[in-house]
């Protein structure tokens, strides 16, 4: 068993249950730190922080805050047990992601990279999100000006993310990509949200985990990175630079083979997907530790066998 | 009357300059076949050459002795292997992957040989290195047939004088440079480097194929290439790990050799070669077979590679009681060791690899800045429990001469002694050589010792 296998079990499963676990009664709350879709209607698992998040701050009465609380103390520890593995390892859109990522490469299409000028400039997105999530919904719950579009924008990131519009369709609810032509609020939002959707499933065919560095809830999460109990650390004498975990990465993290001083290389995109330290070639140069122990080492003999140069090793002997 | 006395007289003085040609190339034939001869004749000498060093001493005696290349690269005579393009290559930047998956063979030319350096010796400045005087020298006067063999010759621009050496070789055979980047960080390096690959691939296209009609490099071919050398690369880097054992149990002249030999053989054969040697090498450590104690100093090889028959200052070292656990020579561990990384078997995916592989984790001197050659040393001086380093500097390689400064300061901090050795492929400084180096070993042994 390799960790790019257990990933995918893992993924497969908490999809399952996150989309479809409402059909065999489960319900994990409303503090998930992943995109567990409330608009998949009545078959879900669990519902995603950002939605409770917007809709607590919608309602905006001192009861609601102090629920608030409560929910963000429960995601806070959700989060710094796993830290943005919950991204890697979990989330429902990062499946999809993947999988049509898996498409791609079985039809043995290149993937597109930015460069890194653009993804600078493309960084401000997550926040516009965020902020997004976090102040409108407060202009939603004292609407001072313009109250009908106010009333209009309920959950207005919710009404942007791609998540609400694919998600449902994967369970084959079509409802979910019309237009909502109740007014223009929604007609406005519905339909940049349809856009954002179609830009996110033509971008992750093309490039790996295409939505991931753009996510509001990804940018929560790596606020924890410091005190989150799992880590990513690099030996950095043992590092030969030789860029390889930059080219697995799904998500482009250059720092991990630039750094030469810090042991800590858990950056702010790191979905903890593992794959650096699974492709890495030299012996314990990178490794995942959790509260300082370490989980998961890279070793010369496990790159070979990915390469197929040897036969398997599996990552039995180094997972302990 | 008068011009055709004249005519005569010329045709007389060509003759006698084309004769003395041949006589010169003759004698640095002569020369050149004595050298490796002595050189191969010493390694065979030794009692504790493990059985499988054989496969690797009798192909560099094709290539230098008997002049017989051709078996080695064009192992069956019908006429698909007749039409098998050779490609010659210059340092270790050249992706011999896309050679081969476009049904090539790359033979690596750099050249360490005494006379042949001689031979190009007027033909460059004369603070040129030797490996580019041999390069030449082999290059211009076809000493071998092997530099004839080549169809095309790569030359990537690392340092000034392989730069120059490209323009100089293009009066003799079809050169294609290779423009390789200084500055790695930098992605727009990193980008350019990529592109020349791209279009270096287009040229192996249209060289391997027939007339017009381009011969693409089809993505399985270089999945198999990539594989192939993947292989070979496992091999060096198992020849790595058995010599990390805190008693040797092969000696590093040996060793080197073995990876030298991969430049004139093709990389499927010297896997092959390379696994028994290992298998022998594993089978002697179990029994205990060891070809020195542990108290022998361990010496690494630093700086300007030793290139055979050039094997002056390996010999030297181990004749004087030290032996070479480790080099970082780009002929030597830094030949094959790093891998190509892929998750995917697209073109784009493979070729993004290739580019990683051959530039990012290159510590060639040529780079700057070169910071990563210095925590490759120290992580070498780790794993190898390294006592001394020998910088070996060839007269006018003024690249590793300058980060002599910085190795020596960091060996310091380790407590790590760094001689410094400058010389060139004449045999001339031989026993001024001898004295120092043997001081060195004593002395390391003494701190051993203690």
């Known amino acids: ?320 | 009357m008068n011009e055709s006395t004249n005519e005569q007289i010329d045709e007389i003085l060509m003759n006698k300059e084309a004769d003395q040609l041949q006589k010169r190339k003759a004698r640095f034939a002569r020369g050149l076949v004595r050298s490796a001869e002595t050189t191969l004749a010493e390694l065979e000498e030794n009692p504790d050459l493990p059985e499988s060093m054989h496969y690797f001493i009798n192909i560099m005696r094709e290539v230098f002795v008997k002049d017989r290349a051709h078996r080695l690269l064009l192992p069956s005579q019908n006429q698909s292997a007749n039409n098998r393009k050779i490609i010659g290559t210059y340092c270790l930047m050249v992706p011999e992957e896309l050679i081969y998956a476009a049904g090539a063979t790359p033979v690596r030319l750099c050249g360490g040989n005494y006379e042949a350096s001689l031979a190009g010796d007027e033909l460059v400045p004369r603070d040129t290195c030797p490996v580019v005087k041999a390069s030449i020298g082999f290059t211009s006067l076809n000493l071998m047939s092997l530099y004839q063999m080549c169809d095309a010759v790569i030359v990537p621009t690392t340092c000034d004088a392989k730069r120059k050496m490209g323009e100089e070789l293009s009066k003799f055979t079809e050169v294609w440079m290779l423009e390789v980047p200084h500055i790695k960080d930098s992605e727009g390096s990193r980008r350019q480097w990529l592109q020349q690959l791209y279009a270096l691939k287009n040229n192996i296209e249209k060289f391997t194929g027939k007339s017009f009609i381009r011969r693409k490099i089809r993505r399985k071919a270089l999945d198999a290439s990539i594989k192939m050398i993947g292989s070979a690369q496992y091999q060096a880097r198992r020849l790595y790990d058995i010599r990390k054992s805190s008693a040797a149990i092969i000696s590093g002249r040996d060793a080197m050799f073995a990876i030298n030999a991969y430049s004139y053989d093709t990389a499927f054969k010297w896997t092959k070669a390379m696994t028994r040697l290992n298998d022998e090498l594993e089978v002697r450590c179990h029994k205990g077979q060891f070809i020195c104690s542990e108290h022998t100093p361990r010496i690494l090889i630093a700086g300007s590679p030793p290139i055979f028959p050039n094997w002056k200052i390996p010999s030297l070292i181990e004749e004087m009681g030290a032996v070479i656990v480790a080099d970082e020579s780009c002929m030597g561990n830094r030949y094959l060791y790093d891998p190509i990384g892929l998750t995917e078997k697209s073109v784009t995916d493979m070729m993004v690899g290739i580019a990683a592989r051959y530039i990012m984790p290159c510590v060639c001197p040529s780079f700057a800045p070169n910071e990563d050659r210095l925590f490759r040393l120290l992580q070498m001086a780790e794993e190898f429990s390294i006592d001394g380093i020998i910088y070996h500097v060839l007269k006018g390689c003024v690249i590793y001469d300058f980060e002599l400064i910085r190795v020596e300061k960091i060996m310091k901090g380790k407590n790590i002694p760094v001689l410094r050795i400058e010389t060139d492929y004449s045999p001339e400084d031989i026993e001024q050589l001898r004295t120092r180096i043997e001081a060195f070993v004593e002395m390391l042994g003494i701190r051993k010792e203690r």
């Open chain 1, 1 to 320: 068993m390799t960790v790019t296998n257990l990933r995918w079990m893992a993924l497969i499963i908490s999809f399952l249950v996150l989309i479809l676990g409402g059909l065999i009664g489960l319900d994990l709350g409303g503090f998930l730190p992943v995109y567990a879709c409330p608009y998949v209607g009545q078959t879900r698992g669990g519902v995603c922080f950002l939605f409770r998040l917007q809709f607590i701050l919608g309602v905006g009465s001192w009861e609601a805050f102090k629920a608030l609380g409560e929910h963000l103390l429960y995601f806070s520890i959700l989060v710094v047990l796993i830290g943005r593995a919950w991204c890697g390892w979990i989330c429902p859109f990062g499946f999809l992601q993947d999988v049509l990522d898996l498409i791609r490469r079985k039809l043995h299409i290149g993937y597109i990279r930015f460069p890194e000028r653009l993804r600078a400039n493309l960084r401000c997105i997550k926040w516009i999100f965020f902020f997004i999530a976090l102040l409108i919904p407060l202009w939603v719950a004292y609407p001072l000006l313009a109250p009908s579009v106010a009333g209009d924008l309920r959950q207005p990131f919710c009404q942007l993310c791609p998540g609400k519009y694919i998600l449902p369709l994967i369970i084959g609810n079509p409802d979910s990509v019309a237009v909502d032509f109740k007014s223009a609020t929604t007609i406005t939002m519905t339909i940049l949200g349809l856009t954002f959707s179609t830009i996110a499933i033509i971008g992750a065919l093309l490039k790996r985990r295409f939505w991931c560095p753009y996510c509001p809830m990804g940018l929560l999460l790596s606020w924890y990175k410091k005190i989150s109990f799992i880590k990513l650390k690099k030996d950095c004498q043992k590092c030969t630079m030789c860029e390889v975990c930059y080219n697995v990465c799904p998500v482009e993290i250059q720092q991990v083979f630039k750094e030469r001083e810090n042991e800590d290389v858990t950056f702010t995109d790191c979905t903890l997907c593992l794959r650096c330290v699974e492709y890495c070639p030299e012996d314990g140069a990178l490794r995942a530790t959790f509260l300082g122990k370490t989980i998961y080492k890279s070793t010369s003999k496990g790159f070979f066998s990915r390469q197929h140069i040897i036969p398997g090793v599996t990552d039995d002997q180094v997972i302990r």
